[in-house]
C-alpha cells in the first residue's frame, strides 16, 4: 500500500508542473532496515519548455510543387506563452537525395510587424543563428530554400524545420512539408542523326541527339562518347543548340 501512495503522490507532482516552464521530477525508490534506509533507484526527470508551441502556419503549402524558380519553402507560428525571452534557432533538414545551396530564415513579430532575417550559421548554412524571442508573443517563421540540388528523375521529397533551444540544443517543435517533383531528364537520338556512318579519317563523324529537361534544377550533366578500342578521335567538340560548349 505504500508503494501504491508513493506513485500516485508522485504523478500528482508532475502534473501539477507539467506546465511550468522548466521542472525536474526526481523518482526515489528506497527501503528500510533496521530503521537504516537504502536508496536503490534515483532517476531525475526534465521536462522543459511546456510554454513553447511551434506548428504548421494556415498559409504553409505543406504538399507543393517545384517551380521552375527552383525554391521551397515552409512557412511556421511560434507561440511563445511565457513571461521571460527565449533565446531559440532553427534548423533545416531534408531526405537524402535533395539539399539547398542556400538557406534564408525570416522572422515576422505578429505583435509589432517587425521583420527579422536571421542568419546562417558560420559552421552550417542549414541551421540559422539563435534569436532572443520576447515573451507572450507570436511570431511567424518562413523559411526558403534555395537552388535545390541533387533531384534528378526524383518524383518527391521531403523537408522539414526544427526548433531548437539554444540553452541545451533540445528540440521544442518540427514541421515537415513534402515537394513534388516533375524533373524529367531524357536523352534520345534526333531525326537528322544518321545512325550507320562511312568511316573516313578525313571526315568527321556526327551525332545528335535530343536533351529533353523539365525543370532540371541547374543541374550539371556532361556527355560521354565510347568507342571500340582500335578507333581514337583526335578531338571532340559539342554543340547546344547551335553553341560550341567547352569540352
Known amino acids: 500500500m505504500k508503494i501504491l501512495i508513493a506513485i500516485i503522490a508522485s504523478f500528482f507532482f508532475l502534473y501539477l508542473n507539467i506546465f511550468s516552464n522548466q521542472i525536474s521530477v526526481k523518482n526515489i525508490a528506497s527501503y528500510k532496515i533496521k530503521n537504516i534506509e537504502f536508496f536503490s533507484n534515483n532517476v531525475t526527470t526534465n521536462i522543459i519548455y511546456r510554454n513553447i508551441d511551434f ?135 534526333h531525326s537528322e542523326n544518321i545512325p550507320e556512318q562511312d568511316f573516313d579519317k578525313n571526315k568527321d563523324i556526327k551525332i545528335v541527339g535530343n536533351l529533353d529537361i523539365k525543370n532540371i534544377l541547374k543541374e550539371e550533366v556532361f556527355f560521354t562518347i565510347d568507342l571500340e578500342k582500335n578507333i581514337k578521335f583526335l578531338s571532340v567538340q559539342v554543340f547546344i543548340n547551335g553553341e560550341l560548349v567547352e569540352t
Open 55 to 189: 506548428k504548421e502556419d494556415e498559409s504553409n503549402i505543406s504538399e507543393q510543387n517545384l517551380t521552375e524558380n527552383n525554391s521551397v519553402f515552409l512557412c511556421g507560428l511560434l507561440n511563445v506563452n511565457t513571461d521571460d525571452s527565449k533565446e531559440l534557432f532553427f534548423k533545416t533538414s531534408y531526405s537524402s537525395p535533395i539539399y539547398p545551396k542556400k538557406v534564408k530564415f525570416t522572422i515576422i513579430d505578429l505583435l509589432t510587424n517587425k521583420t527579422t532575417h536571421l542568419e546562417n550559421d558560420k559552421e552550417n548554412y542549414l541551421n540559422s543563428i539563435s534569436f532572443k524571442f520576447e515573451g507572450n508573443r507570436k511570431y511567424l517563421i518562413f523559411t526558403e530554400c534555395l537552388e535545390l540540388k541533387n533531384t534528378i528523375n526524383l518524383e518527391s521529397a521531403l523537408f522539414s524545420l526544427e526548433l531548437n533551444s539554444k540553452e541545451d540544443n533540445a528540440v521544442l517543435g518540427f514541421i515537415t512539408n513534402k515537394v513534388l517533383i516533375d524533373n524529367l531528364l531524357k536523352f534520345s537520338e
